[in-house]
Nanobody
Framework: QVQLVESGGGLVQAGGSLRLSCAASGGTLSTYFMGWFRQPPGKGREFVAAITWSQTYYADSVKGRFTISRDNAKDMVYLQMNSLKPEDTAVYSC?????????????????WGQGTQVTVSS
């Protein structure tokens, strides 16, 4: 059973930065596309970013501020978040993609981490 674990969340002031990390146990990440999703307080889960083997994709709300990357040698996936805004406050989760070309919907992923809280104060 694959388990994903996120780390790196916390409290930061608006304009600050955080780097989230995602690691796996019981399986690998390096041969799958990976995604980050977030769930703001009182709202549904939303797509943030995804990475395949050669391409990255971002939600319009984070484009230019967030960067998704992966280190296949370490079997890790990261989300660098810069210029954070209060509206970025959410629980952020990483997820491993199902085989296939789709990557934007939560249903395109089969394994999820528990999530890490990111709180941005104004």
């Amino acid at each position: 059973q694959v388990q994903l674990v996120e780390s790196g969340g916390g409290l930061v002031q608006a304009g600050g930065s955080l780097r989230l990390s995602c690691a796996a146990s019981g399986g690998t990440l390096s041969t799958y596309f990976m995604g980050w999703f977030r769930q703001p307080p009182g709202k549904g889960r939303e797509f943030v970013a995804a990475i395949t083997w050669s391409q990255t994709y971002y939600a319009d709300s984070v484009k230019g501020r967030f960067t998704i990357s992966r280190d296949n040698a370490k079997d890790m996936v990261y989300l660098q978040m810069n210029s954070l805004k209060p509206e970025d406050t959410a629980v952020y989760s990483c997820a491993r993609g199902r085989p296939g070309p789709a990557w934007r919907s939560w249903s395109d992923y089969d394994y999820w981490g528990q999530g890490t809280q990111v709180t941005v104060s104004s």
